[in-house]
């Protein structure tokens, strides 16, 4: 169970914190219902109105946030 907390939930909550702001609660619910309904609109609009067109892709499909 360490090693998941270690290798996702720390990793995930960074992510939260760094792309959520004071909205993580907020991010975090949208994340949840795109991924059980597997459909990726309202993330997409989620990051759009907050750091403009094209977020989702910066964020997802970018190989410099790996890093």
């Known amino acids: 169970m360490?090693?998941?907390v270690r290798g996702i939930n720390a990793p995930?909550?960074?992510f939260l914190a760094e792309v959520g702001g004071?909205?993580?609660r907020d991010l975090h619910?949208?994340?949840m219902t795109a991924t059980f309904n597997g459909d990726l609109t309202t993330l997409r609009s989620w990051l759009d109105e907050r750091y403009g067109p094209g977020e989702f892709t910066a964020l997802f499909?970018?190989?410099a946030y790996a890093v």
């Open 61 to 63: 499909r970018s190989e």
């Open 2 to 4: 360490n090693g998941y």
């Open 12 to 14: 995930y909550r960074v």
């Open 29 to 31: 619910a949208v994340i």
């Open 22 to 24: 004071s909205d993580s």
